[in-house]
């Protein structure tokens, strides 16, 4: 059985992602927890800034299950257990394979077709494989999902769009600048999207990056958490505004202000000071914080919240059919995937399977032969009635007594339901004075018995 | 025979000039950032370059009788089409893809004008005088200048008003940054703006030696000479844009422009107008009319 839980940007807050943050001596922690906790696992960890996600293989109905791992996770991380039970995913078997699969081609990042996650997945699998972590099952699924999402990106154009708010304030940044190491960058206010376009803004690597607001430890903290350089920036008092608008040549704001922050009339005073030097504002404020007749002033490119999200939904539209041909092949992809792992699986299954009734025969035969060598030539066909009864006993013990109704949580159906459909055994109960005769014969036949019934079959096994 | 041969090369070099400049503007549409356009474009423009430098060289040797590399308005005209070309080629490794879009159409109107001053208003230059060397030399290469000053001029307008109206750019990346074009366009305005200073010095020395254009016979006020007066200030404001920040954006990009057409029309008071005062005129026709011996039987 394959399982996924996780969380990611979608499911939740940055604060908790940054709280289920698994690197480093973190990372070693989890894995070597799980490793006691579950030993007979398969387990990679996958983290990115984005998400934190463990996919598990396992056999079925056996631990871990899903809350067993988000109790595990609360404990570790120190987060509250029902806030990460409503912010975490949980895929099982197809689902999870198909999730991982979507992950690796970046269907499921905040910028559609990000190349960045599937070198972060190919990390996550090569460190899990390094400590020895993954088996059969899952070596198979990260090679797949990571050869699959690099078929996905070559045969179609899923990787050409830009869908966030920040890339595509960058891909507006880049049309009015040539060069940013010259260039200044401010961030005034704070919020999510403020910090996320602004690290999309410091990928720019600018020459400095200052950031302004009325509570200065939220402009450190803000720096902090874009992991701004000191060199290159950092927090300026809410004061400096005006010298601050005069210096950049980017402009990110974002503050809770009720009316306007920058207006035409301070823009017009503030380009003549510019000598005209162009200006791109990125105005995330609700309220807003730029008068909207700024945009029409020479040399200043206004672009607020609304302009930005239509980029990001047009470009989405016009990504659907790529994402649309992306998923098809995914769905290819898992479903190929899928029945390989099982076939594998199976084949395991029936060598371990053969081995075990191979190496039970042959301790029977030893003990029949040893019978058969002291004993009268008239008492052999017995031994060898024994030795059939004994072998067949010991065959059905270890999955008869896994029957016994007395264990309220075993899944006696599921059993049942199995025997029959492997010893084609027929769903009707047995006919009187039926139930003690043997079942060899195909089912349909009226002169065969039927067969014993699985709590019969319980009482005939037994050790010698 | 060999203006045939050089006004059938010069249509062929149109036409491919016209189809990569079909291919330019055909990326501007959404979702039309096709590679393989894109390097069948780049051939095309390869393909003019080649040709026009062969065709400009093969005359230059040739047909011209000796090295005499500008012996008519078509040799002007094929000389600055092969420069321009390669300008093309080489701005578009330089990350301003876009302005292929623009050059491209200017490049199909330089050798479409060439097939004209080939066949129809064939007129060779007087070249025996080492300042009309000069001043034709340098008001070609003004030209082209101004070309590339223009194009750039008219990529910053259509960028900005994509900006302006929130557009992304396409698949492949921006068409080129507004920064980037401004820059091109200052540096090809401080070209123009060299050599259109020298073309007016020499032409100063041509008009003031020449036997019936004297100075004080009104020729200052002639309409070539105001209009090439009126270039030189055009490119001067352009080149100190960074100064001067009252022309600063779209301003500059439209008198890069108005540049152009300013040269052009002076190109056309030069040739075209047919009622000059006599002395300007006879001071016109010395500098672009060609000897007796060199015209065309």
Known sequence: ?464 | MAEIATTICLIVLTALSSAAGVLAFARLGPGSASRSLRKIQYSLTGICVTGAALLFLYRAVYFNEGWRPLGAHVDGLLLISTLFAAAILFVQRAAIRGLSVFALPLLTIMLAWGICANAFTYEPFDTRSMWMVFHQASVYLGLLFFCIAAAAGALYLFVQHRLHTHRPSDGAGPMASLESVERLNIRAATTGFALLTVALITGLIIQTSAQHTRLGGGWWYSPKVMLAAAVWLISAIVMNVRFATTFRGARAAWLSIAGLILLLATFVAANALPDLPRELDDGLRTVHAGAPENRRE
């Open chain 1, 1 to 464: 059985m394959i399982l996924m839980i996780g969380v990611n940007h979608r499911t939740a807050r940055l604060e908790l992602r940054e709280q289920l943050a698994l690197e480093g001596d973190r990372l070693d922690a989890v894995y070597e927890r799980l490793g006691q906790m579950f030993a007979d696992t398969e387990r990679v960890i996958v983290h990115t800034c984005n998400r934190t996600e463990l996919y598990i293989a396992r056999p079925a109905y056996t631990p871990p299950t899903a809350e067993q791992i988000i109790e595990f996770l609360s404990g570790f991380c120190g987060v509250d257990r029902a806030a990460l039970q409503a912010a975490s995913i949980h895929r099982e078997n197809e689902q999870a394979v198909e999730h991982l699969f979507r992950v690796a081609a970046g269907l499921d990042s905040m910028v559609l077709g990000e190349t960045q996650v599937l070198g972060q997945i190919k990390r996550a699998y090569e460190d899990a494989h390094g400590r020895g972590v993954v088996g059969a099952v899952l070596h198979k699924i990260f090679q797949t999902a990571i050869s699959t999402a690099r078929r996905v990106r070559h045969e179609t154009g899923i990787d050409s769009g830009r869908v966030s708010v920040g890339s595509v304030a960058v891909d507006f940044a880049r049309q009015i600048f040539d060069r940013f190491d010259d260039k200044t960058v401010v961030g005034i206010g704070a919020g999510e999207m403020a910090k996320l376009t602004l690290r999309h803004l410091e990928g720019l690597s600018p020459e400095k990056l200052w950031l302004a607001n009325r509570t200065p430890q939220r402009a450190e903290a803000m720096a902090r958490s874009i992991g701004l350089d000191a060199s290159r920036g950092g927090p300026r008092a809410f004061d400096d505004l005006g010298q601050l608008l005069i210096e950049a040549d980017i402009v990110l704001t974002s503050t809770s202000a009720t009316s306007p922050i920058i207006t035409a009339q301070r823009c017009r005073l503030l380009m003549r000071s510019r000598r005209n030097r162009p200006l791109f504002i990125i105005d995330l404020a609700l309220p807003r914080d730029v008068e909207p007749s700024v945009g029409s002033m020479r040399n200043v490119y206004l672009f607020n919240l609304d302009d930005l999200q239509r980029v990001v939904s047009g470009t989405y539209a016009q990504q659907a059919d790529e994402v649309e041909h992306c998923q098809s092949l995914l769905n290819e992809a898992v479903s190929v995937c899928l029945h390989e792992v099982r076939h594998r699986d199976a084949g395991q299954l029936i060598k371990q399977l053969r081995e075990r009734l191979h190496e039970m025969g042959a301790i029977e035969q030893q003990r029949t032969l040893r019978k058969l060598e002291v004993a009268e030539p008239r008492d052999a066909a017995k031994i060898v009635e024994e030795h059939s009864r004994r072998l067949i006993n010991k065959i059905l013990h270890l999955p008869l007594s896994a029957m016994d109704p007395r264990d309220r949580g075993a899944p006696l159906s599921f059993y049942a339901a199995a025997l029959r459909k492997l010893f084609h055994l027929d769903e009707r109960p047995p006919q009187q004075g039926q139930a003690d005769k043997p079942s060899t014969e195909s089912r349909g036949d009226p002169n065969v018995a039927a067969p014993k019934r699985t709590d019969d079959l319980k009482m005939t096994t037994g050790r010698d």
